[in-house]
């Protein structure tokens, strides 16, 4: 990991520590510059590696990022516009910088997080450079704009893009849409009809598409998800709307309904239904999004069922040309964790624990 000397270098240790939560092994390089901003010693502790500020006769930028070299991914974050300007010209003047060259040269994946005021962001050099380093491959990490700065990104979505370059990514090239969530579907003005789904699956399985090298959308009607496109929605209709807009537009390769999508809609009531007297609710029922997505634009399939009879249900979605049936019961929804039986034609996988760990499992069994 290399840090340089931005501001934004008071945040590598919380960067550090969230990389290390994940597994990642972190050895540290950093500028004079950087050292300026934030000491090396507490760098040393976040990384439990000392700090490398300068190259010595060991050559240790080969023997990390050289070929054959111990690194997988080199991460510059920040990385300053002068920084960016240099590894672009191929200028060797800090222990980054040599870094850099050397990673480059060796097919090592690099990951930038620029960070700089806005002005120089728009500088028409740094933008020349920032398109330089994408045509050599570098994954840039589009910083933050707030308050007429380019702040560097935020931890979660830093380690998003170090997943996805240590990935080898298996579905590159593949585009994946996800719907997730709950539906809302309104009763009158003021009361809607929904589930207890928080999205959290739909989300995890979203992530870990992009962290396997593919094209995300997600559909949903929840927080944003960084790394992915985001299509917000409320209803049924709105989510059947914007799904068979991109079928039917550029289409997508695989499709994964983790969303709860509603299988009916009462009749609306104009105005606020009055409040103490019994209310009787008609409930129409809606087409099924699954069976439309299939016939628009014929991806491979990965649905969803809940409850006692998900197993036969799954077993008919199998036998009309679903790919995978995720099957689990209803306390999952809402949950952080839980139970869930994976199954295909040849396939029976039983998978207990968080939704992260589901969705990774999930993707490895699409693969």
Request: aromatic content about 4%; charged content about 20%.
């Amino acid at each position: 990991m290399g840090i340089t000397g931005s501001i934004a270098a008071v945040e590598v240790v919380r960067l550090i520590h969230s990389l290390r939560r994940k597994g990642a092994e972190v050895r540290p390089v950093m500028s004079q510059a950087a050292a300026g901003i934030i000491h090396p010693d507490a760098v040393t502790y976040a990384a439990g590696h000392a700090v490398l500020t300068r190259c010595t006769g060991m050559v240790e930028h080969v023997g990390l990022c050289g070929e054959g070299g111990e690194a997988d991914v080199l991460l510059i974050a920040p990385c300053t516009a002068n920084t960016l300007g240099k590894i672009a010209c191929g200028i060797d003047d800090t222990p980054v910088t040599t870094f850099a060259t050397t990673a480059l040269g060796s097919g090592v994946p690099v990951v930038l997080a620029p960070a700089m005021h806005g002005s120089m962001y728009r500088h028409p050099a740094v933008q020349e450079n920032l398109s330089r380093l994408a045509g050599w491959g570098v994954d840039l990490i589009g910083p933050r704009m707030e308050e007429g700065k380019a702040k560097m990104s935020d931890p979660e979505t830093i380690i998003l893009h170090v997943e996805r370059a240590v990935s080898g990514k298996p579905l590159s090239g593949s585009r994946v849409l996800v719907t997730g969530g709950a539906c809302a579907e309104p009763v009158d003005d003021v009361r809607i009809l929904t589930t207890r789904s928080s999205g959290r699956m739909g989300r995890e399985i979203a992530l870990q598409a992009y962290r396997l090298g593919a094209g995300v959308t997600l559909v949903h009607g929840g927080e944003e998800v960084p790394c992915v496109r985001n299509i917000r929605v409320s209803s049924a209709g709105e989510m059947a709307e914007a799904v068979l807009g991109i079928a039917s537009d550029k289409g997508f390769d695989i499709y994964v309904s983790a969303a709860a999508i509603s299988d009916f809609a009462p009749e609306q009531y104009s105005g606020k239904i009055p409040s103490g007297k019994p209310v009787d609710l008609r409930l129409v029922p809606l087409p099924k999004l699954l069976d439309r997505v299939r016939e628009a634009c014929h991806p491979r399939i990965i649905a969803f069922k809940v409850g006692g009879t998900g197993v036969r249900a799954a077993r008919r979605l199998l036998a009309e040309g679903a790919d995978l049936v995720v099957v689990n019961p209803p306390d999952v929804m809402g949950a952080e964790e839980g139970e869930f039986t994976i199954l295909g034609k040849d396939t029976r996988i039983r998978v207990q624990g968080t939704k992260e760990e589901a969705a990774a499992i999930l993707w490895d069994a699409v693969r």
